[in-house]
């Protein structure tokens, strides 16, 4: 009886080299499923597939998920604002959940054997993976030929080389991922602290010596914190990502390093590119400044970081992400209008906001200048009682000081 297997194939180093283990070594026959989550051309999808097939696979997928990733991961990534550690604004995280759980149902529903992905026993997306398919496919046992055979970079390109399929330089010294919220890139000067990352190394965005010599300013519209239309030309979110990427990349925006904590506990750290999303979360939270309250301001940061925390962290299918969601969500009713983005010299910034449901209303008050809703006793009595709670500290610390107890004071400042 024929043992089947579905592989995550993305055509790179290490899921080329699983096709062939797999097939090889563990005596699977091997259907490869391809989810296009961003990053890849007609002709690169194209070229996978044939890859699959030289490979040895029996049969090859693919599947255009990128409308499903932002529906059900990114637009919550923007409307948190989310930019992991202040910087990194998670490119990988959403697209490897998205990749797992089409990768499952295509499992399931194909009466596949067992399935498999292409991590190593390191990183982040070995946990991801196996998380998602252990929910959604529960009776499937998970293979992961890198991370079992604890292979090196050199050893699965020997290894395909030999087989009459060379692996191209830059794969040798860099795993990179491309997606629709940007790249990633690791290996070399990643693994220490001290190095840079070269120019070279980032497939993407334009490096400072091509950078355009004018900044280029355009409109993006959001409706309900959705982004809907750039400089009034209405488009899906797709399309639009990607006019934003096209753009924001010519003048070298979302470059960065990231350093962080991985899932496993160590430190890691990961060159990334993402052009549009850093364009689109600065735009989007300069139209929340606009709208939102004081205090939905604050929860929405706090609980937008704990769940771009639990998405990079595996824990995606944890109930209380819908929770977040739901909140996430809510928190988008006003945030409708438009946000002008200036693009120069590797840096995204807003020149301006307008909104329908704007709270800044220059008819009745102007910051620093005399308002209509309250006149300069009104100011004078909050500020009264706005410390009163400081004020009362304080005398309570200088009665304690005189009475003998200065233990109980809190201690002065040198």
């Not at 290996?187 to 190095?195: D, L, M, N, V």
Request: charged content about 20%.
């Amino acid at each position: 009886m024929t043992t089947k297997v579905a592989l995550a194939f993305s055509g790179g180093l290490d899921t080329s080299y699983c096709c062939v283990a797999l097939r090889e070594d563990y005596g699977y026959e091997v259907h490869t499923i391809t989810v296009d989550t961003g990053g890849f051309s007609a002709e690169e999808l194209a070229d996978i597939e044939r890859r699959a097939y030289v490979l040895g696979a029996t049969h090859h997928t693919t599947v255009d998920a990128r409308p499903r990733l932002f529906q059900h991961y990114l637009r919550y990534l923007l409307f948190g604002n989310v930019l992991r550690g202040q910087t990194y604004p998670l490119c990988v995280a959403a697209e490897r959940v998205a990749q797992a759980e089409t990768v499952a149902e295509l499992a399931v529903a194909g009466g596949m054997n067992a399935i498999a992905h292409g991590s190593t026993g390191a990183g982040n997306d070995q946990v991801r993976f196996d998380l998602a398919f252990r929910v959604l496919a529960p009776g499937l046992p998970v293979i992961a030929p890198i991370r079992e055979n604890r292979l090196e970079r050199g050893r699965a390109a020997s290894r395909l080389a030999d087989a009459g399929l060379p692996v191209p330089e830059v794969a040798r010294k860099f795993s990179i991922n491309r997606g629709l919220w940007g790249a990633t890139l690791g290996g070399g000067p990643t693994h220490q602290s001290t190095e840079t990352v070269p120019d070279d190394a980032f497939p993407y965005t334009q490096p400072p010596a091509m950078w355009p010599s004018r900044p280029e300013v355009f409109g993006i519209r959001f409706e309900k914190g959705v982004p809907v239309a750039v400089d009034g030309q209405a488009m899906d979110p797709v399309a639009l990502i990607l006019e934003v990427e096209r753009r924001a990349a010519a003048h070298g925006v979302g470059r960065g390093v990231h350093l962080g904590d991985t899932i496993l506990g160590i430190k890691g750290r990961v060159g990334f590119e993402a052009p549009a999303a850093i364009t689109l979360i600065t735009a989007h939270r300069e139209l929340e400044k606009l709208v939102l309250s004081r205090q939905q301001m604050f929860w929405k940061e706090q609980l937008g970081n704990l769940y771009g925390s639990m998405l990079h962290e595996a824990r995606y299918f944890d109930p209380l992400m819908r929770d977040l969601e739901a909140f996430l969500e809510s928190s988008q009713a006003h945030v409708t209008g438009t946000a002008r983005v200036r693009l120069y010299q590797g840096q995204a910034s807003v020149e301006g906001v307008e909104s329908p449901a704007s709270l800044m209303l220059s008819d009745v008050a102007l910051y620093g200048e005399e308002n209509h809703l309250w006149d300069g006793r009104d100011a004078q009595g909050f500020c009264r009682l706005y410390g009163l709670q400081d004020a009362l500290a304080a005398r309570r610390d200088r009665r304690l000081a005189e009475s003998g107890r200065p233990e109980l004071a809190p201690a002065g400042r040198e």
